[in-house]
């Protein structure tokens, strides 16, 4: 036991006091005639007033061991009741471990327990052997959060696990808010077999054509250490790039970036191989497909016209309007045997740029538009068709529009371009007929049709089109093409519907055939009849998106998931829409629907809600081992706007789940904790991490000195014996 | 042989009245309103044949003639609106019809042959403009405006009189869908059956009148191309050919 002695008056009371002790020197020269003992006695009473104004206090003090305050959290996910190599479950042996070792944590440490799922419970000792696992998974960032909000923070957290939970981008907050050095005890099989898995692909969802971009691979090998790794990425079947990266530890994740360029438009496949030096079996090879979708920022279009027409002015008006089209275009505007009543240098017209537009420029164009071009009076080498041919083979898009000089009498026929047509033409010339009709719908549900909400209104909107002027006659439809429209009386040579509108892939393009140059009627037909009046834009700009790839992407899209989850609750999957223009949709303007079939053949639809705009996050709880599939319908604006799914196997708390050290690991090593398995830890050294005990001392009572009422009757005593003594001697 | 083509199209054409088949040819179409619709009956003739003779632009030599409730009106791109008296004000539903057709890509040449720099036809003009996009107001078109090099650069117009020094014009949607001349263009295109003007353009005489033919053919050509000849590809040559001091 000891003491201590403190003052506890304010700043005003020091004041008083020293002003006090300050007027007491000051009338010191009237005190010095005064007999000693009567100035003593003054001077003692002056102190005692003076003393009490500072107030003293006494404190008896003790002194105690104080212990770090240490929160251990016992994981009871799902995952946790599976059984390991020990023929416990990991819960279990989790439990009995800290139990064993309680007197001795006890020593070095306040222990706060704790079970956690999908957020900290507390537990005292007693409850301990009876805990359970939780279905729902482990949640990091809400348990750490939970320990926070229990009261005094804790100085060291222990958390055991099998590490099957996601950390999630809440974590690091978490973790930062937390401030606490975070160990993570594994739980799990202490035999580690060899073993690599891709643990995760991070890649844009959509990217720019011609942009580069970057895919990370993280790959998990266990017991691989001196082994050489090898990644390679496909796309196509062909090789892109590889990766031979060294793992040296029992236990490593290994990391590869990949740098890729986005060369064609559309959804392109890739597949991440990785395979380990010396696998004669081929025991340890994995491989993962991911897919990225590449979108135009622009379409660059080239639009050559044979000659001015409504068609043409329309047509380039509408493609010149929309922001996404960065459109070059020419017309004839003169033909050779033209005469002019002014000199050349008074006219706006510039040379034909033939070779820029078929050789030089033309793959720099995702779309070439040829409308009514005739070729042969140009005198233009049959190389340039050639090469035209070439660029569709290789991904760009055609689109010929009809006219008298688009196909046979312009000299396409037995030409290198008639090879893409997906028609072939007559050896008649004059295969163009003037006439109005109204075309009919060959391919209801092609997607390019679909141009209404709904497929009575798609149909309503094209029974209710004026009659266009005017169709080329074809010899035949080529195998493998699709006719979308077609003339409702007239027949190829070879007796089938005529084809008004036809498309066909040729190598890696698209064509698109119309076989007349009057769509400008339905442009105007959005006069007389308000219904029509976006028709001729939606009817261009599809075709647009059609042959750049663009219509038949993906507006709906599941992020990627692994083929297996791991059996953890709730399972979130990531849902996105898109707008004809890859913006993201705002929630408010989708109607959307999950349909989620479970193993057992149950179907229900799961909750989702707006992560961010455009980005939904759906939860599946209560999952059963398994196959589930979701599907995710979207409607847009009204109308159906696309639809994905995806497969995934629950594993469910399987007994050879692997202890997923990495998750263990990203939890520790950001707080300069530690990672250790449950199952060979040195007890001594994990408490060592802890604080050191501290010895305090603790009040154990106080004594205010100053609230003795005997300091005042002193006082007046002393005063008395002094005004006794200046009697007697004769002072008064 | 271009010539005779186009005679032949013509006898052609004219025993096949009523059918509406222009295919890709450009049509010469008339708005009929009032009494006074037809100042100059045979002048787009003239025009067409030059037209044919300048251009590569087919067309079609017979005239289409339509009221504005003609159901045709739809299937029409390109209506001239000429005369010299104030035709009767329109009615609601013809305001409402002339809107839409001009709003859904149609578009308008009006004409005031009157050689008056306020005649009536010009006040009803501005007025019926006012009502039918009155949004969009009637001012004349700058000097860069490209309809002065759609095909012939210009730096000045014509016409059979000078009473404006500028073509005027309604944008929509970025789109000049009115054009309006009060020079007489089509007085400067007609002629007599020997060949020879019936008029004559004054004060500049025949370069005043080969403007008019100019600019006439330059608003077809608008018609067809649009701003075709604004885009930057073309700026530099046009440039050129300004600084080379023609026209």
Partial sequence: MSFSFAFESSAVEWATAALFLLGLALLWRFLAP???????????????????????????????????????????????????????ARLKRAVDWILRHRAEIEKHAEVSLYGGAAGAHRLDWNELESLQADNAAFEPASVLSDLLSAGAPPERVWVLSDGAFENGETLAPALARLGSPVDALGVGPKRIPKSLSIAGIETPDFVFLHSRFETGVSVEAHRLEGKSVTLTL????????????????????????????????????????????????????????????????????????????????????????????????????????????????????????????????????????LENFAYYRFNLPAAYLENLKRFVAQGGALLIVG?????????????????????????????????????????????????????????????????????????DVRPGASVLLSHPRAKTASGRPLPIVAVQEFGRGKVMLVGTDSTWRWKLAGGRDWKLSSFYARFWSRAVQYLTGSLELKKVKFSPLPERMPAREPAILSLRVFDEHFRAVPGV????????????????????????????????????????????????????????????VWEGPRSDAPLNRRALQELSEPTRGEYRDLYRIDLQALLSSLPPVREEQAVRSRQHLWTWSGWLALAVFLLLGEWFLRRRRGYL | ?????????????????????????????????????????????????????????????????????????????????????????????????????????????????????????????????????????????????????????????????MVSGSVEGVDWAGKTVVVYSRNDLLGAWVRDPLGNPVFACVPGGEAQRLEAKKLSLNIVMYALTGSYKADAVHTPFILQKMRSGAP
């Fill in chain 1, 34 to 88: 005064l007999p000693a003992a009567v100035r003593r006695l003054r001077i003692f009473t002056a102190l005692i007033l003076a003393g009490l104004l500072f107030k003293p206090v006494l404190s008896r003090l003790d002194s105690r061991s104080i212990r770090p305050r240490l929160s251990v959290v016992i994981d009871r996910g799902p995952s946790m009741q599976g059984k390991d190599d020990f023929d416990r």
């Fill in chain 2, 1 to 161: 042989m271009k010539r005779l083509t186009f005679l032949l199209m013509s006898v052609f054409l004219l025993s096949a009245q009523g059918h509406a088949q222009i295919g890709d040819k450009f049509v010469w179409s008339q708005l009929r309103i009032g009494e006074e619709w037809d100042p100059y009956p045979g002048v787009h003739s003239e025009i067409l044949k030059f037209v044919v003779d300048t251009t590569s632009v087919l067309v079609i030599p017979e005239r289409r003639v339509l009221t504005i409730s003609d159901a045709k009106l739809f299937g029409s791109p390109f209506l001239l609106l000429a005369g010299k008296g104030a035709p009767p004000a329109l009615d609601a539903a013809a305001v409402g019809r002339l809107r839409d057709y001009l709003t859904s890509g149609g578009f308008l040449w009006i004409e005031d042959t009157s050689g008056m720099a306020n005649g009536p036809f010009d006040a009803w003009v501005r007025n019926t403009l006012a009502t039918v996009l009155p949004d969009s107001d009637l001012k004349p078109l700058p000097k860069d405006h490209v309809l002065y090099k759609t095909f012939f650069l210009m730096r000045r117009i014509g016409g059979r009189v």
């Fill in chain 1, 589 to 648: 303007d989708v109607d959307l629907k999950v349909v989620w079939s479970r193993p057992d053949g149950t179907t229900t639809s799961p909750a989702h809600f707006e992560r961010e705009p455009g980005v939904f996050q759906i939860e599946l709880s209560e999952l059963a081992e398994g196959r589930h599939r979701i599907r995710a319908i979207a409607r847009y604006r009204g109308q159906l706007w696309g639809e994905d799914g995806v497969n995934f």
């Fill in chain 1, 234 to 369: 496909r796309h196509e079947g062909k090789i892109l790039q590889k990766r031979v990266l060294q793992a040296k530890r029992p236990f490593e994740i290994l990391r590869a970036t990949f740098t890729l360029e986005a060369a064609a438009l559309g959804s392109q496949d890739y597949r991440i191989a990785v395979l380990v030096e010396g696998d004669q079996d081929k025991r340890l090879r994995v491989s993962r497909g991911f897919r990225v979708e590449v979108i135009r920022q622009k379409y660059r279009i080239m639009y050559l016209a044979g000659r001015p027409s409504f068609e043409y002015s329309h047509l380039r008006a509408q493609l010149k309007g929309d922001p996404n089209h960065e459109l070059v275009s020419f017309v004839i505007l003169r033909n050779p045997e033209d005469v002019s009543p002014v000199p050349d240098n008074q006219l706006s017209l510039i040379p034909f740029p033939a070779t820029e537009i078929f050789v030089k420029n033309l793959f720099q164009f995702d779309l070439f538009i």
């Fill in chain 1, 403 to 475: 006219g008298e000089n688009a196909f046979t009498k312009g000299g396409y026929r037995g030409s290198p371009l008639e090879e893409t047509f997906p028609v072939t033409l007559l050896p008649d010339k004059d295969d163009f007929v003037t006439e109005l009709f109204k075309p009919t719908l060959a391919a209801v549900d092609h997607p390019f049709l679909a141009v209404g909400d709904t497929r009575a209104e798609s149909k309503a909107l094209w029974d209710a089109l004026p009659p266009l002027d005017g169709y080329a006659r074809f010899s």
